[in-house]
């Protein structure tokens, strides 16, 4: 069983921590439904045994912070309302100090044994513990210059609702720590026990950069660019429409040059690529569950066996 250790500061987000502590207590729901035993032991912990949240609710009976965490487990840091951390309240500023102590003493020399998660603006609080030097991060949109100047020594990448580095997971806002919570649930049990857990919480499950996709309506979707999920959407949608690069441009609101560039930035292809790929894997995963050929490549959008065989042979000199 893996612990979950959740750090609770002053002001700490509520949607923060309870998103992704609902989608492992779900996980353990559907291990106990398979017969299986619990995947998670989830624990609270804080400079303080009380902590207010950002809604007004006190937690209450919080552990100490710990002088040890077990190998395995997992220190989940939570963002606060936007310019808490540098706030001069001094119950704020005297837990984040506490906090960021306990961080560099205790977890900073065992990062690897241990796994450092962070959702929103609680990276904030890993680079001013000095834990991100040479990692590659996010977080909030609004916070990005800040975790720059925190952490001088990171990569900060933008525009992605999370990025993993070895024993570094961090999330953008507040909502991506659930999409960062089913990644690893499904990289420590399974890409269907994720699936099941998101499709109790009803939210869009969204991947990383580098796992395989549960469906090609999935794929390239790591970002957070609204135009280009907006095109995305509509092509999902209706991936046999007659699709130019001027009716995507319309549904993004903005040029097609303009479109175009933001795809390559975003999605790492074009618009038209984009389709095809989309069109493809829906072909391919209907041929594959049985649909009659013709009928799979009409409802995908691809014109004809001379179509399909040009793009197989495409997907075959992709390297």
Not at 29 to 36: E, F, I, N, V
Not at 91 to 101: E, M, N, Q, S
Not at 157 to 169: A, I, K
Not at 255 to 277: E, I, K, M, S
């Amino acid at each position: 069983m893996k612990d979950i250790v959740f750090v609770v500061l002053p002001q700490t987000l509520l949607l923060d921590l309870a998103g992704p502590a609902e989608a492992f207590r779900l996980a353990n729901q559907r291990l106990a439904q398979r017969g299986q035993p619990p995947g998670y032991r989830l624990r609270y912990v804080a400079a303080q045994p009380e902590m207010s949240t950002s809604v007004g609710v006190t937690l209450a009976q919080l552990e100490p912070l710990p002088d040890t965490v077990p190998s395995g487990a997992r220190v989940v840091l939570m963002g606060q309302p936007s310019g808490a951390e540098s706030s001069l309240q001094p119950g704020i500023t005297l837990a984040w100090a506490d906090t960021r102590r306990w961080l560099a003493r205790v977890v900073a020399p065992r990062l690897g044994e241990v796994e450092l998660v962070t959702v929103c603006a609680g990276t904030l609080l890993a680079a001013d513990a000095g834990l991100l030097a040479g990692r590659r991060c996010t977080t909030h949109h609004e916070s990005l210059d800040d975790l720059a100047r925190l952490a001088p020594g990171a990569t900060v990448v933008g525009h992605r609702v999370f990025v993993v580095d070895g024993p570094m997971s961090s999330s953008a806002g507040i909502t991506a720590g659930i999409d960062l919570a089913l990644h690893l649930i499904a990289r420590d049990h399974s890409d269907a026990l994720a699936a099941s857990v998101a499709q109790v919480m009803v939210v869009y499950l969204r991947r990383g950069p580098d796992d395989p996709e549960l469906s090609p309506m999935l794929a390239r979707r790591d970002h957070l660019h609204p135009a280009v999920h907006r095109v995305q959407d509509a092509l999902c949608a209706e991936p046999s429409a007659a699709w130019s690069l001027g009716r995507m441009a319309e549904v993004a609101c903005v040029t097609p040059r303009h479109l175009a560039r933001l795809f390559r930035q975003h999605a790492g292809v074009t618009p038209h690529d984009y389709l095809q790929d989309l069109r493809f894997a829906l072909a391919e995963r209907a041929i594959g569950d049985g649909r009659p050929a013709k009928q799979a490549l009409a409802e995908a959008g691809i014109s004809g066996s001379r179509q399909w065989r040009r793009l197989k042979q495409g997907r075959r000199c992709v390297p």
